[in-house]
Antibody
Framework: QVQLQQWGAGLLKPSETVSLTCAVY????????WNWIRQPPGKGLEWIGE???????NYNPSLKSRVTISVDTSKKQFSLKLSSVTAADTAVYYC?????????????WGQGTLVTVSS | DIQMTQSPSSLSASVGDRVTITCRAS??????LNWYQQKPGKAPKFLIY???SLQSGVPSRFSGSGSGTDFTLTISSLQPEDFATYYC?????????FGQGTKLDIK
C-alpha cells in the first residue's frame, strides 16, 4: 500500500520561499504524476502542479511564475518550492499521486503540512 | 480554467436521509469527474472516479452520476461517519480544478 509522507517549514515571513518535500513509500514511482495541492484555512482545494519520474511538469497557470516542482527518483521523493509568498499563501499543503492514464484522480494523499506566512 | 460549481454549499440532514450534491462544470468534461470526502483536519479521501465508478472499499450507499456538465453525488442512507465536506474535481483538463465544497452536517 502506497503511503506519502511530507515535511517542510511551517512558518515563513512574506517574500520567503515555501519548501516542502514528499516521500513515496511502497509501490512504483514511475507511471504516475506526483502532485501538490493546497487548502487555505476554511476554504477549498487548489491544485498547484505535478511532476512525473522523468521530470516533466505541469503547473497551475495562476501560480506558474512562482512554483518549481522537482523530483529525486533515487530517493522516491518530490519537492515543492513556492517563492515570494504572502499571507494569501497560508494554507495546508498536500502531496498526492495521480496515475498516468486517461482517467485520473488524486489518491493517496499525504498528511498535509500547514504553512503560515506572517511577519 | 474549467470552473466547477457545487450546490448547495452546505446541507443539514439526519441519519438515514438520502442526500444529493450537485456539481456543474463550466464546459463539457465528459465523465472526467471525481468526488472526494474530507473530514476536519484530515486529507481528502477519494470516493468516486469517472463520474460513477466507486473506488474500492467505498460503501455502496455512495453513488455518482452525470456526464457533460452536470453531475451528482448521492448518499442513499446517511450514516454518522458521512458527515463531512464533499468536493468534486475535474480531470478533463490537466489544470485540475475542484468545486468549492459542500459541507454536510447533522440536522
Amino acid at each position: 500500500q502506497v503511503q506519502l509522507q511530507q515535511w517542510g517549514a511551517g512558518l515563513l515571513k512574506p517574500s520567503e520561499t515555501v519548501s516542502l518535500t514528499c516521500a513515496v513509500y511502497g509501490g512504483s514511482f514511475s507511471g504516475y504524476y506526483w502532485n501538490w495541492i493546497r487548502q487555505p484555512p476554511g476554504k477549498g482545494l487548489e491544485w498547484i502542479g505535478e511532476i512525473n519520474h522523468s521530470g516533466s511538469t505541469n503547473y497551475n497557470p495562476s501560480l506558474k511564475s512562482r512554483v518549481t516542482i522537482s523530483v529525486d527518483t533515487s530517493k522516491k521523493q518530490f519537492s515543492l518550492k513556492l517563492s515570494s509568498v504572502t499571507a494569501a499563501d497560508t494554507a495546508v499543503y498536500y502531496c498526492a499521486r495521480v496515475r498516468q492514464s486517461v482517467v485520473r484522480w488524486f489518491d493517496p494523499w499525504g498528511q498535509g503540512t500547514l504553512v503560515t506566512v506572517s511577519s | 480554467d474549467i470552473q466547477m460549481t457545487q450546490s448547495p454549499s452546505s446541507l443539514s440532514a439526519s441519519v438515514g436521509d438520502r442526500v444529493t450534491i450537485t456539481c456543474r462544470a463550466s464546459q463539457s468534461i465528459s465523465t472526467y469527474l471525481n468526488w472526494y470526502q474530507q473530514k476536519p483536519g484530515k486529507a481528502p479521501k477519494f470516493l468516486i472516479y469517472a463520474a460513477s465508478s466507486l473506488q474500492s472499499g467505498v460503501p455502496s450507499r455512495f453513488s455518482g452520476s452525470g456526464s457533460g456538465t452536470d453531475f451528482t453525488l448521492t448518499i442513499s442512507s446517511l450514516q454518522p461517519e458521512d458527515f463531512a465536506t464533499y468536493y468534486c474535481q475535474q480531470s478533463y483538463d490537466t489544470s485540475y480544478t475542484f468545486g468549492q465544497g459542500t459541507k454536510l452536517d447533522i440536522k
